[in-house]
Structures are given as structure tokens and as C-alpha cells.
């Protein structure tokens, strides 16, 4: 990854909500009632170059879950945000659904000659994630 672009600065993410997500096997398994359609207990999390900034709440009983939660950090020397979505399991480890990274250099070139971006961002999982960003350097 050398000669890729790095961020350092403040970001905030603001996570809206996610769309069309899938049951996982774990959760269809122990579905007691309509084995083909299970709702999860679904939230995300948020990560700068592997190290976890933020979590949202779990919504109940959802496969479209509406969040509106927010979270901010200093970066140095950053590569990428990566944005996971977990069912949240009774037992045992959490059940991983989806994920999506996206990378501050895609982000800032799409800002142009700015030192910041802010914007929406549709991000595609196994359903849809939107998410707003605010890059300031």
C-alpha cells in the first residue's frame, strides 16, 4: 500500500441506516417460526485501519435497521474506514452479516481541491448501508 494516500485529521460518521440484510445461518438455525424469512438483531461498528472507533445500538427484530448515530475521532496516518454488521447472538460470538471498507484517499479525491470532505455515502453490503462523513485535515 506505499504511495497511497493517508489522512490525518478529524472524522465523523454518522451511520443512517442499513437495508436488505439477510439472515445468517446462525440465526435461521434457531428460528423457531418461518424458517425461510428471520429478522436479526443487527448493529454496526466502526473501524479506522482495524482499530474499532464506534458501535451502535442493537435494533430488535429488524433486517432494516435505522440507527442515526454518530461518532467522531482524530486520525493519524490513516488507509480506510470499515463499517461491520453483526447479529447480536444470545450465546457465543455475535454473527457476522456484512462489511464494506472504503478508503480516505477514494474519499478525498472525490472531495477535489478541498482539505475536507462531507457527503453522504450509499455503501453496498449484502443490503445497503448509508453512512455521512466528515473529513476535515
Not at 424469512?37 to 454496526?44: F, H, I, M, R
Not at 478525498?108 to 470532505?117: I, T
Request: glycine share 8%; with cysteine.
Amino acid at each position: 500500500m506505499s504511495g497511497a494516500m493517508k489522512f490525518n485529521g478529524y472524522l465523523k460518521v454518522r451511520i443512517g441506516e442499513a437495508v436488505g440484510l439477510q439472515p445468517t445461518r446462525w440465526s435461521l438455525r434457531h428460528s423457531l417460526f418461518r424458517k425461510g424469512y428471520q429478522l436479526l438483531d443487527p448493529y454496526v461498528t466502526v473501524s479506522v485501519d482495524q482499530v474499532r472507533v464506534g458501535q451502535t445500538s442493537t435494533k430488535q427484530k429488524t433486517n432494516k435497521p435505522t440507527y442515526n448515530e454518530e461518532f467522531s475521532t482524530t486520525v493519524s496516518d490513516g488507509h480506510q474506514i470499515e463499517l461491520s454488521v453483526f447479529h447480536d447472538t444470545p450465546i457465543g460470538y455475535d454473527d457476522f452479516v456484512a462489511n464494506c471498507t472504503l478508503h480516505f484517499q477514494d474519499l478525498l479525491r472525490s472531495a477535489g481541491p478541498s482539505d475536507s470532505f462531507e457527503g453522504w455515502v450509499s455503501t453496498r453490503l449484502e443490503g445497503k448501508l448509508e453512512q455521512g462523513f466528515s473529513l476535515n485535515e
